[in-house]
């Protein structure tokens, strides 16, 4: 089959790298090397996210925009374009051009299999952060999702006491499963002057003016939620060190990321395959 991995971060020369094995492959907006397939492709394989303003595919190696429209250009009518995160505007136009639409990044063991270089990553960030060893240090774990999981294993492995905040009586149950201490969130002004490291795994605001208060003066915040777990007005009044600490697949595992990502399109592709739609071997 011929695909055409177009734009995204460092992961897709990996997706492309995985993709080459039983494919022919053609890649634009990932290196000097890149080039336009001589004929029309079968598929597109998209970032994450495929895009960023509704308009163009997300290509931040490119240094022009790449819009929807070379879509229509590069690839069959009948094919499929395959990107993660996909916005509704892309949607819209591939089922406008005649084009199937679906996303990589929405499959459950995708997300599951992606934890793991995030856990990693964050886990990473913690010990470059904090100035003492990991070692019966006191973490603070806020949710308790696929990341936040494995990233207690890996504190508990470590010797850090770990304090898990979690709404659900479920969530919690699992965390004492493994270890960690578990608490709601009601009781976290408390348990705030104890801990020297907090994660955040929550995307909306759980820390607020009083949380805030409690901070101990050395602790280290670090947001691996898409949206801030702190009160950015509350924030304003206190001295946090706060570390961003998004997209750690990207960053701190590329290859593993990427390569996730191309095994999601590869199922993708079988799919199409086994229900005879038009996108041919």
Same mark, same amino acid.
């Given at each position: ?28 907006? &990932? +290196?000097? %090397?890149?080039?336009?397939?001589? =004929? ?7 970032? /994450?996210?495929?895009?960023?303003d ?6 931040? &190696?490119?240094?022009?925009? $790449? ?9 069959k ?8 995160? $996909? ?11 005649g084009f199937?639409?679906?996303?990589? *990044? ?9 934890? $793991? ?17 990991? !070692?019966?240090?006191?973490? !603070?774990? !806020?949710?308790?999702g ?5 990233? #207690?294993? *890996?504190?508990? #492995?470590?010797?850090? @006491?770990? /304090?898990?905040?979690?709404r659900?009586?479920?969530k ?15 009781? !976290? ?7 020297? %490291? /907090? *994660?955040n ?9 009083? =949380? ?10 670090? @947001?691996?939620? +898409?949206? +801030? ?5 509350? &924030? ?24 996730? /990502?191309?095994?999601?399109? @590869? ?12 996108i @041919?071997?």
């Amino acid at each position: 089959m011929k695909l055409l991995v177009l734009g995204g971060d460092i992961r897709m020369y990996y997706t492309a790298e995985r993709l080459r094995r039983k494919h022919e492959v053609y890649t634009y907006g &990932l +290196s000097e %090397l890149d080039m336009f397939p001589d =004929e029309l492709c079968d598929a597109a394989v998209l970032g /994450i996210p495929a895009s960023r303003d509704g308009i163009s595919i997300n290509a931040p &190696l490119c240094r022009e925009p $790449v819009p929807f429209s070379v879509l229509q250009k590069l690839i069959k009518s009948g094919g499929v374009v395959i990107g993660g995160m $996909v916005s509704p505007a892309l949607r819209h136009f591939c089922a406008d051009n005649g084009f199937f639409c679906e996303d990589h *990044y929405c499959d459950e063991s995708v997300m599951l299999r992606n934890a $793991v270089p995030s856990a990693e990553g964050a886990l990473a960030v913690g010990i470059n952060a904090t100035p003492g060893q990991m !070692l019966g240090q006191k973490v !603070l774990i !806020l949710g308790f999702g696929r990341i936040a999981s494995q990233l #207690a294993v *890996y504190l508990t #492995a470590m010797g850090c @006491e770990v /304090i898990v905040a979690a709404r659900s009586r479920e969530k919690r149950a699992k965390a004492r499963m493994l270890g960690c201490r578990a608490v709601g969130f009601d009781v !976290l002004c408390g348990i705030l002057p104890e801990v020297t %490291l /907090i *994660y955040n795994t929550v995307p909306c605001a759980v820390i607020g003016e009083d =949380e805030l208060a409690a901070f101990d003066d050395e602790a280290v915040y670090v @947001e691996l939620a +898409s949206a +801030s777990g702190i009160d950015k007005a509350a &924030l304003k009044g206190h001295s946090v060190t706060v570390i961003n600490a998004g997209g750690l697949p990207a960053k701190t595992a590329p290859k593993t990321a990427g390569e996730i /990502i191309a095994d999601a399109v @590869e199922e993708i592709l079988d799919t199409y395959r086994e229900r005879g739609d038009k996108i @041919e071997q």
